[in-house]
């Protein structure tokens, strides 16, 4: 999906419902003055969040945010294993531990600001969230 025409709802932090702004799983993505954290790439995030929200109804409470995930490409006997930070985590609720706690991802979303390139190995690409 091109991004050129896209227009942000919430580039703006100061048009976020405050459902999302007060919500406690939400507050990584504000400063203490209201502002973004990261300017460029959180009003993606929190745009993304709103479409689980209202189109999908994923509740709020299965999601986390800014998440340091292990996770792999291929097969335990052959495939790359990376470290990364995850932007989003929706939960599956249908696996929750003996105390409630959600714990098996169903979606990772990696939100970027839309002049970054989603493939390649530059700095501006995806592989920068890789460590």
Known sequence: MPFSDFTNPYQNPANIPQNYRQHINLL???????SYVRPAE??????????????YGVPLEAMELELNSDFAEGT????????GRVDVVVYDDRYADSVGNLDVAFIMVEAMEPSKKVGGTEGEGWVDHLF
């Open 28 to 34: 990584k993505l504000f400063k203490a003055d209201g």
């Open 42 to 55: 959180d009003p993606v995030t929190m745009w993304a969040l709103e479409i689980l929200v209202e189109e």
């Open 76 to 83: 335990h006997q052959g495939g790359r294993r990376y470290l």
